[in-house]
């Protein structure tokens, strides 16, 4: 069975743990978190992922700065990205997504919004 | 020349033979008749056993026939057992989906305990609180208010989309907070999507409390835009923060007293032992 590398940038521990619990359901998935841009950054540089969630809020390094930079990288460059936010704003959507984001999430976080997002980036049926 | 009598017996003779020749032709039609009636006999011989096949047949359709009709029961049956499993397959997937979202809930509450006891820090704690009530419940504005014995007064500790110095003091058992503080029963506004400008309106109030004692009151004035009402997690969410978290701050500020008061002592002993 293949394995999906999930990486989870996201300051709040709360956060990390959640969607790491939600993502845990799904078999083959192996998850590594970043508490913020930088080490997300580092993170991505020492392995291979084949999703990325990312907040958008954080501190050093947000998550537009560091949905751009993967965007720039050939690496990663087709890596599916999914952005937390806590607005449910269109703009803020929009300028994710206009960076290369592939979906959003919107706070307060349903663990069945976040399973459905990864199995639609990873085509896990 | 023949004589009278000889005429009379060539007569006689032909008379006689007229008569065998009669007979003959009669024992011939005789034996047709016989050879006709046999065949007849055969015929009909035939004809009763195809009969008696037929009367075979009618019976073994009989017992098809009833056949047919136990096999359409068994499929009534069978047909019944199918619409119950599908409906029992219904039943179980709709709660396979409460299942779902009873262990979605659950795992909510999970971390939140998790993260409240995970550490003694002070303000970790109230970190973890204000990320609590935002990433799980979707709160925008809110405050969290200890009670301070010494004046009796409900002071802002922490706070979120507002500052500290927006949110006023409170005293104990005054205004929607201040009753809630004193009567350790929360508060829910009746209508939580009210959003009109102005003063600041606690949508809801939660007694932070140790049993029966009231440390302090966790106060949302407002909820991110995509939340438009709350969810039964929600108000589980709020007991498990009445209690927990309580008991998670309590037990911070003692530690973080006790650790001062260490240090405090660790002084006195370096400069007596110096």
Same mark, same amino acid.
């Given at each position: 069975? $293949?394995?999906?590398?999930?990486?989870?940038?996201?300051?709040?521990?709360?956060?990390?743990? &959640?969607?790491?619990? %939600?993502?845990?359901?799904?078999?083959?998935?192996?998850?590594? @978190?970043?508490?913020?841009?930088?080490?997300?950054?580092?993170? #991505? %540089?020492?392995?291979?992922? +084949?999703?990325?969630?990312?907040?958008?809020?954080?501190?050093?390094?947000?998550?537009?700065?560091? !949905?751009?930079?993967?965007?720039?990288?050939? $690496?990663?460059?087709?890596? /599916?990205?999914? !952005?937390?936010?806590?607005?449910? *704003?269109?703009?803020?959507?929009?300028?994710?997504?206009?960076?290369?984001?592939?979906?959003?999430?919107?706070? /307060?976080?349903?663990?069945?919004?976040?399973?459905? !997002?990864?199995?639609?980036?990873?085509?896990?049926? | 020349?023949?004589?009278?009598?000889?005429?009379?017996?060539?007569?006689?003779?032909?008379? =006689?033979?007229?008569?065998?020749?009669?007979?003959?032709?009669?024992?011939?039609?005789?034996?047709?008749?016989?050879?006709?009636?046999?065949?007849? #006999?055969? @015929?009909?011989?035939?004809?009763?056993?195809?009969?008696e096949r037929t009367v075979e047949d009618t019976d073994e359709?009989?017992?098809?026939?009833?056949?047919?009709?136990? &096999?359409?029961?068994?499929?009534?049956?069978?047909?019944?057992?199918?619409?119950?499993?599908?409906?029992?397959?219904?039943?179980?997937?709709?709660?396979?989906?409460?299942?779902?979202?009873?262990?979605?809930?659950?795992?909510?509450?999970?971390?939140?305990?998790?993260?409240?006891?995970?550490?003694?820090?002070?303000?970790?704690?109230?970190?973890?609180?204000?990320?609590?009530?935002?990433?799980?419940?979707?709160?925008?504005?809110? *405050?969290?208010?200890?009670?301070?014995?010494?004046?009796?007064?409900?002071?802002?500790? *922490?706070?979120?989309?507002?500052?500290?110095?927006?949110?006023?003091?409170?005293?104990?058992?005054?205004?929607?907070?201040?009753?809630?503080?004193?009567?350790?029963?929360?508060? =829910?506004?009746?209508?939580? *999507? +009210?959003?009109? /400008?102005?003063?600041?309106?606690?949508?809801?109030?939660?007694?932070?409390?140790?049993?029966?004692?009231?440390?302090?009151?966790?106060?949302?004035?407002? &909820?991110?835009?995509?939340?438009?009402?709350? %969810?039964?997690?929600?108000?589980? #969410?709020?007991?498990?923060?009445?209690?927990?978290?309580?008991?998670?701050? =309590?037990? $911070?500020? &003692?530690?973080?007293?006790? @650790?001062?008061?260490?240090?405090?002592?660790?002084?006195?002993?370096?400069?007596?032992?110096?």
């Amino acid at each position: 069975m $293949s394995e999906y590398k999930v990486l989870i940038v996201e300051d709040s521990p709360t956060m990390r743990q &959640l969607i790491s619990f %939600a993502l845990k359901r799904l078999r083959g998935v192996r998850i590594v @978190e970043a508490n913020d841009g930088v080490d997300g950054l580092k993170k #991505l %540089a020492a392995e291979r992922f +084949d999703l990325i969630f990312t907040d958008i809020n954080m501190p050093i390094m947000d998550g537009l700065k560091l !949905v751009s930079l993967v965007r720039n990288d050939a $690496s990663y460059k087709h890596t /599916p990205v999914v !952005v937390i936010t806590t607005e449910g *704003a269109q703009e803020d959507r929009e300028r994710a997504l206009a960076l290369g984001a592939n979906d959003y999430i919107t706070k /307060p976080i349903q663990p069945t919004r976040i399973l459905d !997002v990864a199995k639609g980036l990873l085509n896990i049926v | 020349m023949p004589t009278e009598e000889d005429k009379w017996l060539h007569s006689r003779g032909e008379e =006689f033979l007229q008569v065998f020749k009669k007979g003959a032709e009669f024992t011939q039609e005789l034996m047709k008749e016989n050879e006709r009636l046999r065949f007849r #006999l055969v @015929e009909l011989e035939e004809s009763q056993r195809n009969l008696e096949r037929t009367v075979e047949d009618t019976d073994e359709n009989r017992r098809l026939l009833q056949r047919i009709e136990s &096999l359409e029961r068994e499929k009534e049956d069978i047909l019944g057992r199918i619409r119950q499993v599908e409906e029992e397959n219904q039943d179980f997937a709709t709660r396979y989906v409460e299942i779902e979202q009873e262990n979605n809930n659950l795992a909510n509450l999970y971390i939140a305990s998790y993260q409240l006891h995970s550490t003694l820090d002070f303000r970790e704690v109230l970190q973890i609180i204000t990320e609590i009530i935002i990433n799980l419940i979707g709160a925008e504005e809110f *405050a969290i208010m200890l009670l301070d014995e010494k004046i009796n007064e409900l002071q802002a500790v *922490a706070t979120e989309g507002l500052s500290r110095e927006d949110i006023p003091s409170v005293k104990f058992g005054s205004g929607i907070v201040g009753q809630v503080a004193k009567t350790g029963e929360s508060y =829910f506004a009746e209508d939580v *999507a +009210d959003d009109s /400008p102005g003063e600041l309106k606690p949508m809801v109030c939660i007694p932070l409390q140790i049993k029966e004692h009231v440390i302090g009151v966790l106060v949302i004035y407002k &909820l991110l835009i995509q939340k438009t009402k709350f %969810a039964d997690v929600d108000y589980e #969410l709020f007991t498990l923060l009445a209690g927990h978290a309580a008991t998670a701050i =309590f037990s $911070s500020r &003692l530690y973080s007293d006790s @650790e001062r008061k260490l240090s405090t002592i660790q002084g006195f002993l370096d400069l007596l032992t110096r």
